[in-house]
């Protein structure tokens, strides 16, 4: 049973637009959410992350909305660039801090030059 | 230099054979992780170790085994490595107050 969803695997924008990437959760007990971004041969990096008690976080381009009655998060990239071409993991955790992290299994962001 | 790092960075095997994938870090974290990384399933925790001599099982440890007698080494073992075995491994760290930090990875093939 996965609880974290990142049900669209893969995502292509014009570079300069908006990127709004989707993560659904099924467990309750999360209340610590965090993305991460992948690059090829890489390992992943800390991207953002928001605690229940908010509903969004920014942090220059990426901002993170979360919306606790539907569990559902989203990650926005404004303006996309190239670089940001990656896979972006959603994760989960049930205790506030960041150990145990139930991760996604990640959406493919291509940004179009 | 700080840091996780993990070795080798490639790794041919044979099934069956035992292999073991190290895994050291510099900051002292009290949390590792050990993941692997699949096409279509993204990453699942394998095992992780809350403190030196503390491990416990992830959602897929069969057929792995992990020690931790020092704070700063996570290594691990694949006993009698399978071909379903045959993915990318990423060893994290964590001092629970700034999320994971990730090696760059191993990549197993086993044949």
């Known amino acids: 049973d996965q609880q974290v969803k990142q049900n669209s695997p893969s995502l292509s924008v014009q570079e300069g637009r908006i990127s709004i990437l989707n993560c659904d959760y099924t467990?309750?007990?999360?209340?610590?959410f965090l993305w991460y971004k992948k690059y090829p041969a890489e390992g992943p990096t800390f991207l953002i992350s928001?605690?229940?008690?908010?509903d969004k976080n920014e942090d220059g381009r990426f901002t993170v909305f979360l919306n606790k009655s539907a569990k559902h998060l989203s990650l926005h990239i404004v303006p996309s660039q190239p670089g940001d071409s990656a896979v972006y993991f959603c994760?989960?955790?049930?205790?506030?801090?960041?150990?145990?992290?139930?991760f996604g299994k990640g959406i493919t962001l291509s940004v179009r030059p | 230099d700080a840091g996780i790092t993990q070795s080798p960075r490639y790794k041919i095997t044979e099934t069956g054979r035992q292999v073991t994938l190290m895994c050291h870090q510099t900051w002292s974290h009290s949390y590792m992780f050990w993941y692997r990384q699949d096409l279509g399933h993204g990453l699942r925790l394998i095992y992780y170790?809350?403190?030196?001599?503390?491990?416990d099982k992830g959602e897929v440890p069969d057929g792995y085994v992990v020690s931790r007698s020092k704070t700063e080494n996570f290594p691990l073992t694949l006993e009698s490595a399978t071909r379903s075995q045959t993915s990318v491994y990423f060893c994290?760290?964590?001092?629970?107050?700034?999320?994971?930090?990730f090696g760059s990875g191993t990549r197993l093939t086993v044949v």
């Open positions: 994760a989960a955790s049930p205790t506030g801090a960041n150990s145990k992290l139930t």
């Open positions: 928001i605690s229940s008690i908010k």
């Open positions: 170790s809350a403190a030196a001599d503390i491990t």
């Open positions: 467990n309750s007990m999360f209340d610590y």
């Open positions: 994290a760290s964590s001092d629970r107050a700034y999320g994971y930090t």
